[in-house]
């Protein structure tokens, strides 16, 4: 796993490239599947549409790979090193199947749509291959490769969304919930793999996002994520009424159906994220304070050449307004080192960028070349391994300054905290999060409190990752 990946561990999008696998269902069919995902939310996101669509067809979800009749795996395309771990995995799931031949292994997903039916000749024992529009016609491949074919389906689709379809929730702790609202993604960013493996961008049906979201209410959860590639590009048109959706108008939506739901929502590009977002944001106090709004790079060439589509300087004056508008926001970001043709003052920008941005968290990587995207077509990977990690590191030490000095402001505040669940370390501390995403940990302070509930803490100290503090009254 890579560093950066470890040290956001407690972020849900520290997942990419972790496996997360099905609890049992409650209910005992004849069949059994195995599901285990990696790669971003909106993988997560699809298993569980996956598990509800095999739920309807008499399967039921086992936490044990050996017992399973079905083995699937939702895989990520979007570094080498991802595919590489997705590779070792399926070795493991052969072993199995060799003294178990009637069990299907099916691979799901993205690399699914990259590598196609080359899959089934690289993974000999692989039966199912489905691309991420495709998880509907599961069931009749199921059938197709229970009698000795190979089921393989990786139409990308214009208009799929899944949106009649409930999702069933894999190891969900019954509090927060991924909701996706887009698809696919139109933006052509030149090192990125997710349009050629995810088609173009499609928004659900703002009815069956809301009708969603009212039924996790209704089931007791308290926090919705709402995702999509570029959740601002979201635009929804109802042919019946005419009514049309922006993805400000969704937010509104959502923030309405109960004033005890926090909406978060992920991810924002920088171009399109609107005045109109913000200050609805700024209208809902459920409505999250936090942003995630990659940036990639420091420097205005390098933008170019990654095709963001915007300079250093459109996305400062963007941060400048987001501070303006919601002066508690936090602001969290992506950051790839060693981008074709990187200058060490390039690097250097993408460290002042940081500074002036003051981000609360990043996921950083370095860059890995993806067969087929336009980098790959037009420039050469030519920043060597180790000046890449050594970049890295000094991004990863710089976002640690930054993590640590914006926790440290945050010593004699108090947050409103939504609790999610016990303390990993200790089961007489709760761990919930602020509205700005960050982690808090504080001792429990009654037998009545449980997860679900809000509390008020007042932070007394804190750690890179994670806020400390005890529950007070409300202030
Ligand atoms: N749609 C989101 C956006 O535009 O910000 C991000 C999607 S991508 C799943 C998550 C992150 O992976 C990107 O923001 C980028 O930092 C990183 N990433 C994508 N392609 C990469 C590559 N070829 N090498 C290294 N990092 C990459
Ligand atoms: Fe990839 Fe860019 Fe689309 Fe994000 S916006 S998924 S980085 S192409
Ligand atoms: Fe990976 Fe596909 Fe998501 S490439 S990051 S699983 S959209």
Redesign the pocket.
Known sequence: MELVELMNKTHDESRQGEAFQATESPVDFHKKFYIESYGCAMNFSDSEVVAAILQENQFSATSQFEQADLVLINTCSIREKAELTIRKRLTEFRKVKQSRPGMLIGVLGCMAERLKSQLLEQEKLVDLVIGPDAYRSLPALIEEASSGQKGVNVLLSRDETYGDISPVRLNSNGITAFVSITRG?N???S??V??FTRGRERSRSAHSIIQEIQQLVDNGYKEVTLLG??VDSYYWKDEVTGQMVTFANLLEMAALVSPDLRIRFS?S?PKDITDDVLMTMAKYENICKCIHL?VQSGSTRLLQLMN?TYSREWYLSKVDRIRELLPDCGITSDMIAGFCTETEEDHQDTLSLMDYCGFDMSYMYFYSERPGTLAARRFKDDIPLDIKKRRLQEIVDKQGELSTRNNQRDIGKTFKILIETDSKRDNNDWTGRTSQNKITVFPKSSSLQKPGDYVWVKITDCTRATLLGKIVDHP
Request: include cysteine; aromatic fraction near 8%; proline fraction near 14%.
């Open positions: 993604c933006n052509m960013c090192f990125c997710v349009p590639q570029n991810t590009h990659p963001r």
